[in-house]
């Protein structure tokens, strides 16, 4: 391979521990002012047999005259700068530590085996050689940015991305629910030869509702429509004649066995007598009327049976019925915004994931993602009592893979997040994220990030991330592209919201 000449970016040098099989450091060519080689960028030594590809992990400018700090005081104290007397400039250069991520050898990733000769050149890495290094699809991949520092489109394969679970991990306002859109796009923007998704967003907040009015070619599709069903959390209905007592059991948190077989005979009776037509009120009517059941135990399904039909959720027929909405390349959004209590989310959330990976077992709905929102909401560390759709969710996390029933899952507070689940995701995205605990957590659940990119999420800009797991061979720094879509009428500051409320 053959690189060009601009693309040289310094020379091995040796260090009291360097170069060794898995660090290098090289000395910076061009001007001392001038920023040619950036924390975070790949290189790349060539050998006779390999490619070395590493990734810059610090830079350190230095200079012998200012290495003494009683000399530099001493032309302090007389008035003089040192470069007025010595000519500093000559002598300032950069130092660049690298650490070598693995070895391209004929078309194949090789582990570091031997370290690079000192004096080597150290250069630019290829873009070709990048993308297949990194196992970028960049036909059929999703274009969800470009490489920080580089040129390079960040074209990760559905199957990589997606096959395995994805955890989109940020602090508020650090750019995860952008990325969630600029997904959804790509997602809708494939087409039937490419291989489309079922998508269903549990949108918490409501800041996807303005993608129902998406067109084809605002998403640049030009052959067929995209197909998106916007349903409100209100006009949601769970039907009651669909549930068997186990499935009623999941909605509250501490029903006993013996609650449930009285439950269970309750209901078998209630379809005996009303041909699969009844409501919670219907069975709570059967559990007063049957004097089998303990009273203690008849009080306590009672009180369950009339606090969820309160909610509102249940009816007799399922609206929407999922077995016919889902369908190739559709995007359905569940907008959970009108609900202000958290226990009707968490009744949508458990059956929503319980019912879609029954459906898609039984082959009656094709593969689907399921992207939640605010995911510590649902599927939390603790506090089991308050965590209706835990169980439901890291179900999917466990055996969904098998079936194509694929989780994305949203969190602000990684923390928080069920460490089952978040370890289930193959694959993260993790944003800007400032908090120890939730570094913390992130570093013990993600696999194969090295503590080097963990410290550098702290210093993420708005809209960079840092993609870990099998979608890319090592831990890898993307800047999230442009949406094709823009929302309109939303309040972007504080200022603003003031300005449009104060007339």
């Not at 602000?412 to 193959?426: D, F, N, W, Y």
Request: hydrophobic share 40%; charged share 25%; glycine share 6%.
């Amino acid at each position: 391979m053959v690189y060009p000449e601009d693309a040289r970016l310094g020379t091995v040098v040796c260090t009291e521990s360097t170069p060794n099989v898995l660090e290098f450091a090289f000395v910076v060519e061009g001007a001392a002012d001038e920023i040619t080689v950036r924390r975070g960028e790949f290189v790349s030594v060539m050998t006779e047999s390999v490619t070395v590809i590493a990734r810059v992990q610090d830079l350190v400018r230095t200079n012998r005259y200012y290495e003494h700090a009683e000399a530099v005081r001493e032309y302090q104290s007389r008035g003089e700068p040192l470069r007025s007397i010595l000519p500093t400039d000559r002598w300032q250069y950069t130092i660049a530590n690298a650490r070598v991520l693995g070895f391209w050898d004929k078309g194949r990733v090789v582990r570091p085996y031997f370290s690079v000769p000192p004096g080597a050149p150290v250069r630019r890495t290829e873009e070709q050689v990048l993308a297949r290094f990194l196992k970028l699809e960049t036909e059929n991949g999703l274009r969800l940015g470009r490489l920080s520092h580089h040129e390079l489109e960040f074209t990760p394969s559905i199957d990589r991305l997606l096959s395995k679970h994805l955890a989109i991990l940020a602090m508020s306002g650090a750019g995860k629910s952008y990325f969630v859109s600029v997904l959804l796009e790509e997602i809708l923007s494939r087409t039937k030869e490419q291989g489309r998704l079922a998508v269903v967003v549990l949108d918490v907040h409501g800041e996807y509702t303005y993608l129902k009015d998406a067109t084809a070619g605002q998403l640049g599709v030009s052959d067929g429509e995209i197909e998106i069903e916007h349903i409100r959390g209100s006009h949601f209905q769970i039907p009651v004649p669909s549930l068997s007592a186990e499935g009623l059991s999941t909605f509250v948190s501490d029903m006993s066995g013996i609650q449930i077989r009285d439950l269970r005979r309750v209901i078998s009776e209630a379809r005996k007598r009303s041909k699969e037509r009844y409501t919670l009120s219907d069975l709570a009517e059967l559990v007063r009327g049957d004097d089998s059941i303990n009273k203690n135990t008849k009080e306590a399904i009672v009180s369950w049976l009339i606090n969820l039909d309160e909610t509102g959720l249940f009816g007799i027929e399922a609206v929407p019925d999922l077995s016919s909405i889902m369908s190739p390349g559709k995007l359905t959004l569940i907008d959970l915004s009108d609900f202000i209590s958290l226990k009707k989310k968490q009744i949508v959330t458990s059956y929503l994931a319980s019912e879609l990976l029954f459906l898609r077992r039984q082959q009656r709905i094709p593969p689907f993602l399921l992207v939640i929102e605010e995911a510590h909401q649902f599927c939390p560390e603790g506090r089991h009592e308050l965590a209706i759709p835990r169980e439901q969710i890291e179900t999917i996390a466990r055996e969904g893979r098998k079936f194509f029933a694929l989780l994305c899952l949203v969190s602000q507070r990684p923390v928080k997040l069920s460490t089952t689940v978040l370890s289930q995701c193959s694959n993260q995205a993790v944003f800007r994220c400032t908090n120890p605990y939730d570094l913390e957590h992130i570093g013990k659940s993600s696999e194969g990030i090295d503590r080097s990119s963990l410290d550098s999420i702290t210093t993420l800009e708005v809209g960079e991330a840092l993609f870990v797991g099998e979608v890319v061979t090592v831990p890898t720094f993307v800047r999230i592209r442009r949406r094709k879509i823009e929302p309109t009428g939303v309040i972007g500051s504080l200022s603003e919201a003031i300005r449009r409320t104060d007339k």
